[in-house]
T-cell receptor, first 113, second 112 residues
């Protein structure tokens, strides 16, 4: 069974640009979660999507947004990039709305110059 | 609000020695607790989870953790460390809105 996949592996942008990160959950999983792992800030919850709807978001500004597609894959968009957005962005999926353990992908390393 | 505290940002053990990584949580409701491991430049791998079925939880790679309500602890142990165990370990609690709240992580170093 394939695990959670994320693309791209690495992404380099300049300040002010937009970044799009993608995530495909494990087959049969309907929930997708996004986390940010920034140096010195640890792992922080960003967004949760389930059945195509945003269910919860963490303490991040509105320029962090996303969506979930009918096939349950998800996209994270970060607009007006700032230097402090440089981080590893991890996607996780679970079987149903919040009830099961979350399985993580390998992450996308975003570097903002 | 729920929170997780991991004591010790770095733990160093000799190969073959006992591994003990500490995690304390705060939660107003029975918690769902997890331990994840992260190898360099990789995502998180689930080691084990506590969901109130049994206080002693066995995970992968020989790790186990014991839930102690009286101490609000969920420490991770392994009887004999292996070089391949060197990684960063995260304790997490699932809060009422289903997101994971992580501790700050403990980096395990294994000396030959």
């Amino acid at each position: 069974e394939a695990g959670v996949t994320q693309s791209p592996t690495h992404l380099i942008k300049t300040r002010g640009q937009q970044a799009t990160l993608r995530c495909s959950p494990i087959s049969g999983h309907t929930s997708v979660y996004w986390y940010q792992q920034a140096l010195g800030l640890g792992l922080q919850f960003l967004l949760w999507y389930d059945e195509g709807e945003e269910r919860n978001r963490g303490n991040f500004p509105p320029r962090f947004s996303g969506r979930q597609f009918p096939n349950y894959s998800s996209e994270l968009n970060v607009n007006a990039l700032e230097l402090e957005d440089s981080a590893l962005y991890l996607c996780a999926s679970s079987k149903r709305g919040g009830g099961d353990e979350q399985f993580f992908g390998p992450g996308t390393r975003l570097t903002v110059l | 609000a729920q929170s997780v505290t991991q004591l010790g940002s770095h733990v160093s053990v000799s190969e073959g020695a006992l591994v003990l990584l500490r995690c304390n949580y705060s939660s107003s409701v029975p918690p769902y607790l997890f331990w994840y491991v992260q190898y360099p430049n990789q995502g998180l791998q689930l080691l084990l989870k506590y969901t109130s079925a049994a206080t002693l939880v066995k995970g992968i790679n020989g790790f186990e953790a014991e839930f102690k309500k009286s101490e609000t602890s969920f420490h991770l142990t392994k009887p004999s460390a292996h070089m391949s165990d060197a990684a960063e370990y995260f304790c997490a609690v699932k809060d009422s809105s289903y997101k994971l709240i992580f501790g700050s992580g403990t980096r395990l170093l294994v000396r030959p």
